[in-house]
């Protein structure tokens, strides 16, 4: 068990929130939960930040969004939540859950609270400082857990209005590039190469001046082969050695009516990834991509 990923830790001045707050809230609504008495942070890395609440004579958890400016539709802890709720009647091992706040007046944004399960974290995916008999039941009870997650029919345990159904790799690409364009638009409206509200550009794609081409694609024989992520409908799921480049780029050619300190600039970082069955291997893992890194390799 690793110690640097496991257990709680202080809670993050900026993850901070009011307890009392939280105790008011939790006492209008008709729920059997004791006052929270304190809270930690639990260590590890998790996109929304969790804490583990003590109350007068139990333990919970709390799941929140962070505070701060977040991309559309990203952290999105109300989905977490009912796909818990949903899988709370069924035989997936799951959490029970307590109640959702989606009042951003309360703790500062929207979160939920379940029930405390206690157990352990194996950061090595293989759990390697375990023998071979404790790995084996880990193991079995994982795949236990997924299998019966793969039986459920989403229908019966309340999730018909969860998301569409089919092209979820499409679907899942485009959300992808979309939060992305909304991210590094915003970059280039800060440096001053677009102008206008970030709405305006969004909406009228301008950052297309500046962003010719999406996230990525199939990689072959050469880098640039492509291919279509469905075939009549049926969308192409990846197999061993499948290769795809995952490269965000913004290029600014002479022409722009920007600064001149930013024509003749093209920026792309790229990361090749092998598709395994186990998994994956970046490629290109060792290339150089930070700001630093690239300037020190050019000064050789």
């Given at each position: 068990?690793?110690?640097?990923?496991?257990?709680?830790?202080?809670?993050?001045?900026?993850?901070?929130?009011?307890?009392?707050?939280?105790?008011?809230?939790?006492?209008?609504?008709?729920?059997?939960?004791?006052?929270?008495?304190?809270?930690?942070?639990?260590?590890?890395?998790?996109?929304?930040?969790?804490?583990?609440?003590?109350?007068?004579?139990?333990?919970?958890?709390?799941?929140?969004?962070?505070?701060?400016?977040?991309?559309?539709?990203?952290?999105?802890?109300?989905?977490?939540?009912?796909?818990?709720?949903?899988?709370?009647?069924?035989?997936?091992?799951?959490?029970?859950?307590?109640?959702?706040?989606?009042?951003?007046?309360?703790?500062g944004t929207a979160f939920y609270?379940?029930?405390?399960?206690?157990?352990?974290?194996?950061?090595?995916?293989?759990?390697?400082?375990?023998?071979?008999?404790?790995?084996?039941?880990?193991?079995?009870?994982?795949?236990?857990?997924?299998?019966?997650?793969?039986?459920?029919?989403?229908?019966?345990?309340?999730?018909?209005?969860?998301?569409?159904?089919?092209?979820?790799?499409?679907?899942?690409?485009?959300?992808?590039?979309?939060?992305?364009?909304?991210?590094?638009?915003?970059?280039?409206?800060?440096?001053?190469?677009?102008?206008?509200?970030?709405?305006?550009?969004?909406?009228?794609?301008?950052?297309?001046?500046?962003?010719?081409?999406?996230?990525?694609?199939?990689?072959?024989?050469?880098?640039?082969?492509?291919?279509?992520y469905s075939i009549d409908g049926?969308?192409?799921?990846?197999?061993?050695d499948m290769v795809m480049t995952?490269?965000?780029?913004?290029?600014?050619?002479?022409?722009?009516?920007?600064?001149?300190?930013?024509?003749?600039?093209?920026?792309?970082?790229?990361?090749?990834?092998?598709?395994?069955?186990?998994?994956?291997?970046?490629?290109?893992?060792?290339?150089?991509?930070?700001?630093?890194?690239?300037?020190?390799?050019?000064?050789?």
């Amino acid at each position: 068990m690793n110690n640097q990923f496991s257990g709680t830790k202080d809670v993050a001045d900026n993850l901070a929130f009011d307890l009392n707050a939280l105790n008011s809230f939790l006492s209008t609504q008709s729920i059997d939960i004791s006052k929270i008495l304190d809270y930690k942070q639990f260590k590890g890395g998790q996109s929304n930040p969790t804490y583990l609440l003590n109350s007068e004579n139990d333990q919970y958890v709390l799941r929140r969004k962070p505070p701060g400016k977040l991309l559309k539709s990203a952290h999105a802890v109300d989905r977490e939540y009912k796909v818990l709720t949903g899988l709370n009647s069924s035989n997936v091992p799951t959490p029970k859950t307590l109640i959702l706040c989606e009042d951003e007046d309360v703790i500062g944004t929207a979160f939920y609270l379940m029930e405390y399960c206690s157990g352990n974290i194996y950061w090595d995916p293989v759990a390697s400082e375990l023998d071979i008999t404790r790995r084996k039941k880990i193991f079995d009870q994982m795949n236990l857990g997924i299998s019966r997650l793969h039986t459920q029919d989403y229908i019966d345990i309340g999730l018909e209005d969860y998301g569409k159904p089919g092209n979820y790799i499409e679907r899942q690409t485009s959300r992808w590039t979309k939060q992305y364009f909304d991210s590094e638009t915003e970059v280039l409206k800060d440096i001053g190469l677009l102008k206008g509200s970030l709405d305006e550009i969004l909406e009228k794609n301008l950052y297309r001046e500046f962003y010719y081409h999406k996230i990525g694609h199939w990689m072959g024989l050469d880098v640039h082969d492509d291919c279509p992520y469905s075939i009549d409908g049926k969308e192409i799921l990846f197999e061993d050695d499948m290769v795809m480049t995952i490269e965000p780029g913004i290029y600014v050619n002479d022409t722009a009516d920007v600064e001149a300190r930013w024509k003749g600039i093209g920026v792309r970082i790229e990361n090749d990834i092998l598709v395994k069955s186990d998994g994956y291997e970046n490629l290109t893992a060792k290339v150089p991509v930070q700001a630093e890194e690239i300037e020190q390799l050019m000064s050789e």
